[in-house]
């Protein structure tokens, strides 16, 4: 048995050394063969010179694994690079994104810290430097308006997967499409919702942070429905059955027995709903209006971070801009949390079937 697995793992890595040799030389060949390509004709530009190397690749090791292994290990090979190209392609920029806002806000944040984070434009001037204002304000505003609209729409979000689940009548089909809908309309519609429905009768006064957190429960709302239902529909039907021939009334099997089987992923919902609404923008436009002040009062203008990036982002002044790009670091921190959580509590979360 010894010798068996000696031998199958001395062919082993032969095959993966031969597989990494085949790669690199069809790469290395793309790669000259396009430079020389682009010599001779006289052609530039860094972009283009990466998408030809990319398909140059492609043919060079399609044709190279179809002389050597056939058709079959071609196209195995072949959708294999595809998938881990698509793969990189899509994860650079995204970690171009992260690294240059953290390379543009760091530096602001750490800063006399912690004074970013408690600090408003209180003590701005004309010749104030970058450390005398913060965004206590807008991170102030940002959680009591995220907590505020998360303790209005998951009971309501909750209810309403339950019902979407345990009944099948017309009332259900309807409020299942509407949440579809919600599900796909974008954000600013939230705003509209709210501004024409309670801002726009009490005028300047409807301009809260309370308005700000009915149009971000707008958004939140069928998040959460559609995370509960989806988690409700995979628990078996005998965990209700069960408690039905106990003697249990429905209700209480739905929240003694259901719902608390499926808190694991009905909470996952509820933090990725809570990350999808932290950096929305639009609705608070029509809703928040906006303070550079510390306040703490949701019936008054209150600041939130993406309101505060959005308003100082095109600001013709450096230190604006630098509060900007400081409040977009505390924003991405907050979001990589929240999602990082998320994949916590949904790895450790398992139906029992």
């Known amino acids: 048995m010894e010798l068996v697995s ?27 063969l396009v430079w020389l390509s682009f ?31 056939g058709v079959l290990a071609m196209k195995d090979r072949l959708a294999t690079l595809a998938i881990w190209s698509g793969a990189l392609i899509a994860f650079v920029p995204l970690i171009a994104v992260i690294y240059y806002v953290v390379y543009k806000g760091l530096p602001v944040v750490a800063a006399n ?25 807008a991170i102030v505003g940002t959680i009591e308006q995220v907590g505020l609209a998360t303790l209005f729409t998951v009971p309501l979000g909750i209810l309403t997967a339950t019902y979407l689940v345990n009944f099948r009548n017309t009332l259900s089909r309807v409020s299942s499409s509407v949440v579809d809908a919600m599900t796909g309309s ?19 006064s409807g301009q809260t942070g309370f308005a700000a957190a009915l149009a971000l429960s707008v958004m939140m709302l069928p998040i959460i429905v559609r995370s509960t239902e989806e988690t409700l529909k995979l628990l078996p039907d005998s965990l209700k059955e069960a408690g039905l021939a106990l003697g ?11 719902v608390p089987v499926g808190v694991g992923g009905i909470l996952s919902g509820v933090m990725l709903s809570i990350a999808r609404i932290t ?17 703490v009062s949701l019936t008054k203008p209150m600041q939130s971070l ?6 100082y982002a095109t600001s013709p002044y450096t230190d604006w801009l630098n509060l900007a790009w400081g409040a977009s670091v505390v924003l991405l ?17 398992k139906v029992q079937l």
Do not use: M
């Open 306 to 311: 993406p309101l505060l990036i959005y308003n």
């Open 39 to 69: 010599t001779v004709a006289g052609i530039t530009g860094p972009l283009g010179f990466g998408v030809c190397c990319l398909v140059g690749f492609f043919v060079l090791y399609g044709v190279l694994c179809w002389l050597l292994h």
């Open 333 to 349: 921190l907050w979001v990589l949390f929240l999602n990082i959580f998320t994949k916590i509590i949904t790895r450790k979360w």
């Open 279 to 295: 950096g929305e923008t639009a609705p608070l436009l029509f809703t928040a209006f906006g303070n550079p002040y510390l306040s």
């Open 186 to 204: 974008p954000a600013i519609i939230a705003g509209l919702f709210v501004y024409l429905l309670w801002v726009k009768p009490q005028k300047e």
């Open 6 to 32: 000696s031998i199958f793992s001395t062919v082993q890595r032969s095959i993966q050394g031969r597989t990494l040799v085949e790669t690199g030389g069809s790469a290395v060949a793309a790669v000259a």
């Open 113 to 137: 810290f912690p004074s970013f984070f408690v600090k408003d434009f209180s003590g701005y001037t004309a010749t104030a430097p970058v450390t005398a204002v913060g965004a206590g304000a």
């Open 248 to 258: 249990l009334p429905f209700h209480r099997v739905i929240f003694k027995v259901i």
